[in-house]
């Protein structure tokens, strides 16, 4: 199964980290104007000049269709929302904002969940908790070491945490393709086998955990996915490749 995952060289890696860096930016402004009464397209918008300025082609334009840069995706709402002028972000709000670019020929991925105002202990909480979980998948990322170990490790963090792990929805290998083997899930799957990690891997990990169910549903848009009981999700997400020197980041 690990026959088709594509091992970068440290070239390659340094070009990651490269459009990485660009994310990075990209998502820190975006984050610095978040904040009560402005629409999700003002955050689109933001990162639309900003690729402009960095000369880095947006990743999820157009992908599959998708008519956007940023995914935004407010409260219950899980990943892939559109952005919109009719999205007002309102005090007490949470907002996921997912970011890819391609400089170079390689992809960049990053995610992260940010908060509008004060928000509840129990928002803080799944915050937290979910940001955890990132880091503890990120320091599996290690030569020798397993994907399930990762994914099994992600998942127990949200366990102990009392949050509910979304399922349909999974991390991934990155490169010269957005989504390239393996899938990355955050819980331990049936039905397909664990893989050794290898240095030279590049993995998008990208932990989505709710305050509730983690049942989703997709809306009529055909993009936003949205928790089925309406709880609150959040979701932060690096691209991490395993270097001799273990794990490094490469969105930051
Ligand atoms: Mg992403
Ligand atoms: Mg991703």
Redesign the pocket.
């Known amino acids: 199964m690990s026959d088709n995952i594509v091992l970068k060289t440290n070239q390659e890696i340094a070009l990651m980290k490269e459009a990485g860096a660009i994310v990075c930016a990209i998502l820190d402004s975006v984050e610095s104007i978040v904040e009560e009464g402005i629409s999700t397209m003002d955050l689109e918008m933001k990162a639309r000049a900003l690729c402009k300025e960095y000369k880095v082609t947006p990743a999820f334009l157009g992908y599959c269709g998708f008519p956007a840069v940023l995914c935004t995706s407010v409260n219950e709402e899980v990943v892939h929302g559109i952005p919109s002028k009719k999205k007002i972000l309102r005090h007490g709000d949470i907002v996921s904002i997912?970011?890819?670019v391609i400089l170079g020929g390689y992809f960049g991925?990053?995610?992260r969940t940010c908060i509008v105002g004060e928000v509840s202990k129990e928002i803080h909480h799944l915050l937290e908790y979910t940001r955890k979980a990132l880091e503890v998948g990120i320091s599996h990322m290690v030569d020798g070491d397993t994907l399930f170990t990762l994914s099994a490790a992600i998942y127990k963090v949200a366990e102990e945490a009392g949050l509910g792990v979304v399922r349909k929805y999974s991390g991934h290998g990155i490169g010269t393709k957005l989504h390239e083997p393996p899938a990355v899930f955050n819980y331990v799957p049936t039905g397909y086998s664990d893989i050794v990690l290898r240095k030279g891997m590049v993995l998008?990990i990208?932990p989505m955990f709710t305050a509730g169910s983690y049942e989703t549903r997709v809306l009529r848009d055909k993009w936003t996915v949205v928790t089925k009981d309406r709880s609150y999700s959040a979701h932060f997400?690096h691209t991490v490749a395993i270097t001799d020197d273990g794990p490094k980041v490469l969105t930051i």
């Open positions: 997912d970011m890819g991925d990053s995610a998008a990208e997400e």
